[in-house]
Nanobody, 119 residues
Framework: QVQLVESGGGLVQAGRFRKLSCTAS????????RGWYRQAPGKQRELVAF?????TTVYGDTVKGRFIVTRDENALYLEMNTLKPEDTGVYYC???????????????WGQGTQVTVSS
C-alpha cells in the first residue's frame, strides 16, 4: 500500500529552526512531490510552499523569506526558520505518485505532522 509519510514535527521554541521531511512508502514507480500545506486549529488548510515540475517554488505570504522547500528524487523537505507561534499547525505533504509504469499518477496526501511553536 502506497502512503506518504511526513516526519520532523514536534514542539519547538519561537525563533528556532525545524526541518520536515516527506517520503513515499510502498512499491512505487514514480514520486513527484508537490508541496506542503498546513492547518491550524479552527482554520482552513492553507498553502505553505510548493515546487513545480520545473523547480519553481511558490510560498504562502506568511512564510516567505523564512521557509524553504526543497526536493530530491526520494523526498520533499521543508526548512522552517525563525518559527513563530502562528506557524503552529498540522503540516501535510502532497505528491503525485504512480504505482506502476502503466498506472496513472494519483494524488496523495500524508497524514500530517504536528508542529507546535511555543512563545
Amino acid at each position: 500500500q502506497v502512503q506518504l509519510v511526513e516526519s520532523g514535527g514536534g514542539l519547538v521554541q519561537a525563533g528556532r529552526f525545524r526541518k520536515l521531511s516527506c517520503t513515499a512508502s510502498g512499491r512505487i514507480f514514480s514520486f513527484r512531490p508537490r508541496g506542503w500545506y498546513r492547518q491550524a486549529p479552527g482554520k482552513q488548510r492553507e498553502l505553505v510552499a510548493f515546487v513545480t515540475p520545473s523547480g519553481t517554488t511558490v510560498y504562502g505570504d506568511t512564510v516567505k523569506g523564512r521557509f524553504i522547500v526543497t526536493r530530491d528524487e526520494n523526498a520533499l523537505y521543508l526548512e522552517m526558520n525563525t518559527l513563530k507561534p502562528e506557524d503552529t499547525g498540522v503540516y501535510y505533504c502532497n505528491a503525485g505518485i504512480r504505482a506502476t509504469a502503466s498506472s496513472q499518477e494519483d494524488d496523495y496526501w500524508g497524514q500530517g505532522t504536528q508542529v507546535t511553536v511555543s512563545s
